[in-house]
């Protein structure tokens, strides 16, 4: 097993309660129904059709569905699998890293599936965690900002327009907070993974005010109300949902190239009931399940007989190599070790204050 020393302020703001809980009972009416217990970031709204799509399928199964923060996720999985205890059936995380350090750890358990559900060769470790999503990291931007609607496509061209705009778009661009946002860390180290050249970005914005948040919400609504004329590395199933609803709103995947990651799901090594986290798990994977997640949670499916615009084999289809999905893989773990952390987060300090 690898060892990384984990560092608990990547996601912060944790509560010892979930931020929401919501028990659906069984479709068949019985009361004592066997029940599976989800562990999972997604926000239960855009669970919900998942969840009442694998209810339909097993009109038997009652579904305990807990919303938490992915810090909260981890930490409990590990607390409850302490001795005799048992956690949840399903621990399903954005936090491709911390997922990824429990089945290192040892907390998830070997599964093998029950079909082929038709993963890529990146987007599972060791039949123990698997990914689930296929999510680019994009550049949002209010389009009354580019009339011509000609925002920048790459992070060279975006870095030239933050210096050319530098007075103009004072305090009117945001991103993640790396020291407070998990996925702006993460977002950012795979930068520094595909390019050089991202610490001159970094300074372009730094130059230009840059307003850093802990979440994408806060970005995605400034922007889509004009405050903002740009946001950086927002994750596109959450731009996707907002632009529905926000005309203003427009998407670019960057064209040198387009991080992507996956919300990944494992079965706990102390689950209570491992089988039907695994039938919960195969759900999420298969066609039914990601269509549902494709179409109506609007979050990219990864199988490939999906059919819609933002699945994983329309994009690569359409944008091919420029589309960089992370391995779930030991590479994760990098940067939970607290020393490789503290040096990312000097490096992009310098970057932003830089003259």
């Given at each position: ?8 302020l ?6 010892p ?26 926000d ?31 930490e409990?999985?590990i ?9 949840a059936?399903l ?67 975006l ?9 103009t ?5 945001g991103?993640?907070?790396i ?69 203003d ?104 204050t830089?003259r």
């Amino acid at each position: 097993m690898l060892r990384t020393l984990l560092v608990p302020l990547l996601w912060i703001g944790l509560s010892p309660v979930p931020s929401h809980a919501e028990v659906y009972p069984a479709l068949n009416g019985d009361p004592e129904a066997d029940m599976v217990v989800v562990y999972s970031s997604l926000d239960e709204f855009l669970a919900k059709p998942v969840v009442d799509g694998f209810r339909g399928a097993y009109p038997d199964i009652a579904v305990d569905y807990q919303e938490l923060q992915t810090l909260q996720i981890h930490e409990r999985v590990i607390a409850e699998s302490t001795g005799d205890g048992a956690t949840a059936d399903l621990a399903f995380s954005s936090a491709m890293d911390l997922q990824l350090k429990l089945a290192n750890d040892g907390y998830a358990r070997v599964v093998t599936l029950d079909g082929d559900f038709g993963l890529p060769s990146w987007a599972s470790w060791r039949n123990a965690a698997f990914g689930v999503t296929f999510e680019p990291a994009v550049i949002i931007y209010n389009k009354a900002a580019f009339p011509a609607d000609d925002p920048p496509r790459t992070r060279a061209a975006l870095a030239q327009h933050l210096r050319d705009n530098a007075v103009t778009l004072r305090g009117r661009v945001g991103t993640y907070d790396i020291e407070r946002s998990g996925a702006g860390l993460f977002f950012l180290a795979r930068d520094a993974e595909h390019s050089r050249d991202i610490w001159d970005l970094v300074r372009a914005m730094g130059g230009a005010g840059v307003k850093l948040y802990s979440n994408s919400s806060a970005i995605l609504e400034r922007v889509g109300d004009g405050r903002f004329s740009l946001g950086y590395n927002i994750l596109g199933s959450y731009a996707q949902s907002w632009a529905a609803n926000n005309p203003d709103i427009g998407i670019v995947m960057p064209e040198d190239y387009t991080i992507v990651m996956s919300r990944v799901a494992l079965v706990p090594r102390a689950a209570a009931r491992p089988d039907l986290g695994q039938r919960f798990l195969e759900y999420l994977l298969s066609r039914d399940g990601q269509q549902i997640l494709s179409s109506q949670a609007r979050i990219p499916a990864l199988h490939p007989a999906v059919e819609g615009r933002e699945t994983a084999t329309s994009m690569q289809d359409l944008l091919g190599t420029r589309l960089r999905p992370v391995r779930i893989g030991p590479g994760l773990l990098v940067y939970l070790d607290q020393v490789k952390r503290e040096r990312l987060i000097r490096a992009w300090n310098d970057a932003l204050t830089a003259r």
